[in-house]
């Protein structure tokens, strides 16, 4: 099985250099084979193959003013234009959208697909050498490949994939229900008990910071050394946010994982919620970066995640009697059923019967389908200024048991 390792790198002042020229020709390389490939479909229909970009390629090295391509390994070069197809059929598969031109004043990043290693506690590049590293761990498997990145901060970095067999497969624990919001960022049940983290905000703890930053930045001269100085001052506070975001999301996902076997969320359309006003939130508080570290960190230790239909409407359907209660908004954070006047806290109500669509999911095997759906309500369309209309599709009535 393929893990990946991100470690931060050291290079030199060569070293960087080397590098530089790099990240130089992999843009180059993608760059000029995307306007090519666009050109020539635009003229037959029919677009470049890595086997015709890759013949090409090796003629265009040994034109005079391409000979400064041969100065960087060649597999780097080869495996840009692996990725610009893997891009393309993506595209065409409706999968991603069209791939967009390299600019040098963006993250850097190139991929060595071979030839790489682990010696004297750095890490061995072709034709750069050992690379200091700061390793965290040893890594025993067969090292594949090898992304090195530079961040708008100056900061190298890199992602070492490699082959291990050290997974547990036989996790034990509770199976949790998990409701993501703004107000408390994850309401847990675990079927006993029911707790609520607090989102941190990264981006509103730093606004201030960032402000100053950015008004310093409108007041350089465009094209001064100032101005690019300032631009990596701006780019640090960015920085700054993101790893704070990612840093708490790691730790809140290990300590789920660590307690649960499986856990049951809801699949929520973030692309969708960051078009509302609340779009500013739903960035900051990383939905999806959390399921998706949810994810990958139970598949590595055998256990599980469902995603329950994102239309399953677990906040308005009473957990004790299973009636619906339509007439709830996003303002009323406690209710009281109208049926069996059980009073309820709205995201600890929605944990809970997430908890049990997930047990139904388990017990039946039918994921990503409920039984009760949010179809057939009222539908505003975004950006639009036609009125509300119903669904085709209408759901099943909810009747209380007897």
Known sequence: MLDVLKVRIYPNTEQEIALAKSFGCSRFVWNYYLNKTNNQYQETGKGMSYCDMAKDLTQLKKLPDYEWLQEVT????????????SALKNFFAKRARFPKFKSKHNKQSIRYPESCSIKKGGLKLPKLGI??????????????????????????????????????????????GIDLGLNSLVTV?????????????????YAKRLQGRQQALSRKTKGSNNRKKQLIRV?????????????????????LVDENQVIVAENLCVKGLARTKLAKSIHDAGLGMLLNFLGYKLDREGGKLIEIDRFFPSTKLC??????NNSLNLSIREWVCPSCQTQHDRDENAAKNIREEGLRILSTNTVGHTEIQACGEEVRLVNTRVKKHSSVKQESPVIAPA
């Open 74 to 85: 060649a597999a780097t070069l080869q495996q840009t234009l692996k990725n610009l197809e």
């Open 131 to 176: 690379v200091k590293a700061s390793i965290s761990r040893s890594i025993n498997g067969k090292i594949k490949s090898v992304t090195v990145s530079k961040t708008s901060t100056d900061k190298y970095f890199a992602a070492i994939l490699f082959e291990t067999d050290d997974l547990i497969t036989n996790k034990q624990g509770k199976i949790s």
């Open 189 to 205: 049940f675990d079927g006993e008990s029911c707790y609520k983290v607090e989102p941190i905000k990264p981006s509103r703890r």
């Open 235 to 255: 780019a640090r506070v960015h920085e700054k946010i993101a790893n704070t975001r990612q840093d708490f999301l790691h730790k809140l996902s290990r300590k």
């Open 319 to 324: 957990n004790c009697c299973k009636v619906k």
